[in-house]
């Protein structure tokens, strides 16, 4: 099946900073979420990307579908955007998570 | 409401008993999914309904039945535990139509097991 990488696993920065997360898929995927799940386990929709570039504010995300990569960037860093970051794939009616990326903003 | 709500939202439960987790979903969605995520491994997917159709049981232990009684409700009835099971269990919707599977998840249920 295929296998969904995310890197860095643990990430600390300080409030203000920027930071790039990245997701690695091992096979062409149909879509590509991105998420955060906060300190209370709530899983938050971030961005809904199979392809291209989008924005939301402070974060944006890039998904490259032929070089099977995706990115995530967080901007001015605030600590509540400390928790963890997961990307999920689907394919063939299948969805996989990654492990995540563990956040941690310092006041 | 709006959204995926989720009840309970904490519970308790010993191996011998009978509890039901409950998930609605106000999206019009026709898809509900249920998830465990444990401690420090990644989210699992559990069952899969579309069009109240189960469509995936990822090797689910039989402790878990789920119930889909229409598009907008999702049960997890839970019998039996294991210590184990005690988890964060996640229900999603998201609309299947062509190949948009884009997931809206609910707060969860965070459940112990005595």
């Known amino acids: 099946g295929i296998q969904v990488e995310q890197s860095p696993p643990d990430l600390i920065l300080q409030e203000g900073a920027n930071s790039t997360l990245r997701c690695n898929f091992s096979d062409s995927v149909n879509n590509l979420q991105w998420f955060h799940q906060n300190p209370w386990g709530q899983l938050i929709n971030l961005f809904y990307?199979?392809?291209g570039t989008k924005q939301n504010g402070r974060l944006s995300a890039t998904t490259v579908a032929t070089e099977r990569y995706s990115l995530l960037y967080i901007s001015s860093s605030q600590t509540t955007d400390s928790g963890v970051y997961f990307c999920?794939?689907?394919?063939?009616?299948?969805?996989?998570f990654g492990k995540g990326t563990r956040l941690h903003i310092l006041p | 409401e709006t959204g995926v709500t989720q009840t309970p939202r904490h519970l308790v439960m010993g191996m011998t008993n009978k509890k039901s987790l409950k998930c609605e979903q106000h999206?019009?969605?026709?898809?509900m999914y249920w998830y465990k995520q444990s401690a420090k491994k990644p989210l699992e997917l559990m069952f899969v309904?579309?069009?109240?159709?189960?469509?995936e049981n990822n090797s689910v232990p039989s402790r878990f039945s789920p119930e889909c009684p229409n598009s907008s409700h999702l049960f997890l009835h839970l019998h039996t535990l294991q210590p184990e099971d005690s988890a964060l269990y996640l229900c999603?919707?998201?609309?299947?139509?062509?190949?948009?599977?884009?997931?809206?998840f609910g707060p969860g249920t965070r459940l112990t097991v005595t």
């Open positions: 990307i199979p392809s």
């Open positions: 999206l019009g969605h026709n898809a």
């Open positions: 309904y579309n069009f109240k159709e189960q469509t």
């Open positions: 999920a794939v689907e394919r063939d009616d299948k969805i996989i």
């Open positions: 999603a919707s998201s609309q299947v139509q062509a190949s948009d599977y884009e997931q809206y």
